[in-house]
């Protein structure tokens, strides 16, 4: 079956950096897009960051220039990158595999940015 495992997430203060990974299972993931998404206490999910199966990449506004995603179809996974991290930032973040008739979440991980 599908699977999605995020890792990495952690309490770290402003201005530092952490690398979140995606392990996938399931399905031949170098041909399909990822992406990240993020949700933070009160607000709605949000899209923050995707890469195609071409390895093409789009940002949201909020991260543009602090946060890169790559992956690695070798082991079948996704990373995000997070630099210049702000409170802002904190949330728990998801990876997404979506095409066609694929919509998968996996659990979460949680950021906190705070001193």
């Known amino acids: 079956q599908v699977q999605l495992v995020e890792s990495g997430g952690g309490l770290v203060q402003p201005g530092g950096s952490l690398r979140l990974s995606c392990a996938a299972s399931?399905?031949?993931?170098?041909?399909?897009?990822m992406s990240w998404y993020r949700q933070a206490p009160g607000k709605e999910r949000e899209l923050v960051a995707g890469?195609?199966?071409?390895?093409?990449?789009d940002y949201a506004n909020s991260v543009k220039g602090r946060f890169t995603i790559s992956r690695d179809n070798a082991k079948n996974t996704v990373f995000l990158q997070m630099t210049s991290l702000k409170p802002e930032d904190t949330a728990v973040y998801y990876c997404?595999?979506?095409?066609?008739?694929?919509?998968?979440w996996g659990q979460g991980t949680l950021v906190t940015v705070s001193t």
């Open positions: 399931g399905f031949t993931f170098s041909n399909y897009p």
């Open positions: 997404r595999a979506k095409q066609h008739i694929l919509d998968a």
């Open positions: 890469i195609s199966a071409g390895g093409s990449t």
